[in-house]
């Protein structure tokens, strides 16, 4: 028989040295990916690559370190291959016309009165069927920006109502990659995640909205007329053939997260549905919705905002987010095998003891990794690696972390002047960050809002089971 290895001949590390491989992959993100712009998959291999050589010093072997970083992965496999059927959503829900369509409704409600409040419901609507907030950014975005100059309604409320519309849509939409990549950094279900959100990120937009409302009635006008919107529209209407059947693949998404059905055979026959669809209705070929599934719908309209608004999804759109999540957790199963995580995680349950203690932890180390790197990726995956067992040990459910490291994480990058999201978005519309931050209402006080449920225990859910990537726990 084979001795079982022994911990008798391993060093046992201190504080100072379990945190070498945190400062490391802090310098290395903070410089490499904030300044470098190197991509952070590298990066991430670096630091894991790091920490295996910390963990060579103190007499693990590899065999050890390789099987943490298999068991890091395998618990986030689960919402991995949700992320992989989401791809195949969005492909073929552009294919058959459902979210052409939602966005061609969307934009006919635009009210001329309410510019404001109006763009950010346009905007969320937007954001929430493609669940993407820099494509909404980059396409309705600029054209409301340009309504605005038009009006002349101050550029920072106008873009401040655009982004905070366009992050909640994203953090709320199932097709999001952010919002499918919080579940997996926090090891809890995608619809658990999206309905816990609700009970921040609602009553933040609705006091954005609330705002808007109120601040926007100085800038009503009673005739609005954008070329922009309006070539959008017609294009998608020549483009697509509308239909009400083009909603059932909705429903029967939300027919299985209501009725608490397993997301993944829900999201499949979802697919399926739109294919038939996109067949009937749009007269696209078999190999077409296909080809749409894998790689994504490519629009060909001739219209550049609606291409660039409608070209995506597919399985290949979510591999460099599947990357970081593959990079991230091999790092993290290192830092586990090794004991570095616990060691760390034993300090910070000294001060982690309660759950306002917990929570405000877990915002302050959110908001810190999203200033250190700029990435709403890993802003969402260190915390959320790191404390996914403090909240464990407190009987605390997995969406309350996934929860908290998206909103305290992804939805503040944007207004970071120096992340990717906040240069995106400065380029794009060509508002600086220190304008609309004041204005991306939704943004902010969801924070604040966690901050007060992590006070008084309001929505703090308890676990109710072991394996919580289950939907219903």
């Not at 028989?1 to 310098?27: D, F, N, Q, W, Y």
């Not at 279900?189 to 601040?215: E, R």
């Not at 199963?333 to 001060?351: A, P």
């Not at 790197?373 to 996914?388: C, R, V």
């Amino acid at each position: 028989m084979t001795k079982t290895p022994t911990t008798h001949s391993r060093r046992e590390p201190g504080l100072a040295v379990a945190l070498i491989p945190l400062i490391a992959m802090g310098l290395l993100l903070g410089i490499g990916y904030g300044i470098y712009k190197i991509r952070p998959q590298v990066l991430l291999v670096a630091a894991a690559f790091l920490t295996g050589c910390l963990g060579f010093f103190l007499k693990f072997k590899w065999q050890d370190m390789e099987r943490g970083i298999v068991d890091s992965i395998h618990k986030a496999m689960p919402a991995i291959l949700i992320m992989l059927c989401v791809g195949i959503l969005i492909g073929s829900w552009i294919a058959g016309g459902t979210i052409p369509m939602v966005i061609y409704y969307g934009l006919k409600l635009i009210s001329p009165k309410f510019f404001l409040v109006t763009a950010c419901f346009v905007c969320s609507l937007t954001s929430i069927a493609t669940g993407t907030s820099w494509g909404t950014i980059g396409t309705l975005g600029v054209a409301f920006i340009g309504i605005a100059m038009g009006l002349g309604i101050p550029l920072g409320p106008a873009a401040g109502a655009i982004v905070a519309g366009a992050y909640f849509g994203d953090k709320m939409s199932p097709f999001s990659d952010v919002t499918n990549l919080a579940p997996v950094a926090a090891g809890s279900n995608l619809f658990d995640h999206i309905k816990h959100m609700m009970w921040s990120a609602t009553p933040a937009w609705l006091l954005g909205m609330f705002v808007y409302f109120i601040v926007g009635l100085r800038y009503g006008s009673d005739s609005v007329h954008s070329d922009t919107l309006l070539l959008i529209t017609s294009t998608l209407k020549t483009h697509f053939r509308f239909h009400v059947l083009l909603l059932l693949p909705m429903v029967i998404v939300f027919y299985f997260a209501a009725t608490k059905k397993p997301t993944i055979p829900g999201m499949l026959l979802s697919s399926l549905a739109a294919g038939v669809l996109a067949v009937i209705f749009q007269k696209a070929s078999i190999p077409d919705v296909a080809t749409a599934m894998n790689t994504g719908y490519i629009a060909q309209t001739g219209v550049a905002q609606v291409d660039q608004l409608i070209s995506r999804g597919g399985m290949m759109s979510m591999m460099e987010t599947q990357l970081v999540a593959f990079t991230a957790f091999s790092f993290g199963g290192i830092m586990q095998k090794t004991g570095l995580l616990q060691i760390i995680l034993d300090r910070v349950m000294k001060f982690a003891d309660k759950v306002w203690s917990i929570v405000l932890t877990t915002i302050g180390a959110s908001i810190l990794t999203a200033l250190v790197t700029g990435s709403s990726y890993l802003s969402m995956i260190i915390p959320g690696e790191l404390l996914a067992p403090v909240f464990r040990k407190k009987n605390l459910a997995a969406k309350n972390l996934s929860r908290i490291v998206e909103e305290s994480g992804a939805i503040i990058v944007p207004l970071i002047p120096w992340s990717m999201a906040g240069v995106y978005i400065t380029g794009t519309i060509g508002v600086s960050t220190f304008s609309y931050l004041p204005w991306a209402i939704m943004n902010y006080v969801s924070v604040l809002i966690l901050a007060l449920f992590g006070f008084t225990g309001w929505t703090m859910a308890a676990r109710k089971r072991e394996d919580e990537t289950q939907i219903g726990s």
